[in-house]
Structures are given as C-alpha cells and as structure tokens.
C-alpha cells in the first residue's frame, strides 16, 4: 500500500511512521508512506498557500491553487483509490472503514489548518471525509497519523501473528477480552484460574462471555448494530 500525505507541517508527521510497527511495515515493503509539504506549492513571494475567508470571519482557509497543483502533481503519477480530507466533520472512523481502506493500493491524505479548506476543492477532489472522534485538532495531521496507523496494521505481514489483528477490540464487533501474564500472583491479584486451566475451549468461552460482557457495559450501542 502506498499513501501520499499533503499536510503544511511535514514535521509533525517525521515521528509517528519512523518506529515500532509502522517503520517496520515500511522496512518490509508493505506500506510506503510519502510526506509532501505543501508549502512549496504557494503563491508568491512568502509562498502564501492561504487566505482570509469570502464573506469575512476569523481563520483563514487553505486556497486552491497550491493544494491542487500538488494533488495533480501527484495524480500524473498514479491513480488513488481515494482522496481521504480528515476533518472534523467527515465521517468517523471506525474498525470497518478501516479493514475496507486498508485493502486499497493508493491513498492520499489531505491535512487542512486553520479554518479548513475551500470548499471547491472538497466537492472536486475529495472522495472520503474522515473525523477520528467529536474533538477539534489544530490540524489533520495527527488525525492523519491515526488512520495510516489503523490501516498499516492491517496490511498482511505487518504484524508479528498473522491472526493478532483478528483479535483486536471492534473486529468481530465486541471489545476485546482482558488479558493477564506472569506472575499468576502478583500482591495476591490472581489470574483467573480458567486461564490456567489449558482447557482450549473453555478459555475461549470464557473469553467470549468476558468480551460480551465488557461490551454490553462499556458499548452498549455496538451491540445494537
Ligand atoms: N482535524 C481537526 N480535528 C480533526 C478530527 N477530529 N478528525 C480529523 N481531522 C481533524
């Protein structure tokens, strides 16, 4: 998978893919992840790439011009599956948007600041709008890192067990169950003696029953769907 991220701030996204799983995916050629500043693409002398609002208002909006140069700049070279803008008012992003995304070959991502984007240029080349929850950010990028995150794990390989993904909390549509490790005693906090017991099915029951419950408490509407 590859995935393009426009963004004005390349260095807020220097951190989050060069450790721990996302850099090992990209070390075994599973995902490439590619960082364009924007800012080269503005007009002018300061390289303005935003502007105040028609109509008037605080913030200003990022402009055309420099967005769609680069994103045609970009699209000469391959096709995107989609054009993903993260807003806070997209889409919210849940575990299937994610396992559905996570199959696509090219992705580009689009991080706006201050006020946003001009419009024109969601209606004309934004294909999905992505929120990752009810809070404003002071940018798309850690929004951003968030999704190329959920969709890196995913990618076959990535992760050292094969089935680690299929456990995870939201993939079968339950949270998922504790778990526990050495010491089976710690300050006289057992392990539940189930765990120990090496009966395969029974632990998985267990586990089951564990999972419905902490979802029936803690997410009663993911049992509704
Ligand atoms: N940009 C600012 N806030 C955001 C959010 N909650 N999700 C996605 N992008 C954002």
Known sequence: MRIDI???QPQLLEGPFSHSIMKRAQDKGLLEVHVHDLRPYGTGKYKQIDDYAFGGGAGMVMQMEPLVTLTEELQAERTYDEIIYLTPDGEQLAQSRCNGLSLRQNLLMVCGHYKGIDQRYRDHFVTLEI???????????????VLVDSLGRLLPGVLGDETSALTDSFQDGLLAPPVYTRPKSYRGWEVPDILLSGHEAKIEQWRYDQAMERTKTRRPDLLED
């Open 6 to 8: 426009i963004t004005v």
């Open 131 to 145: 929120s990752i929850g009810d809070y404003v950010l002071s940018g798309g990028e850690l929004a951003a890192a």
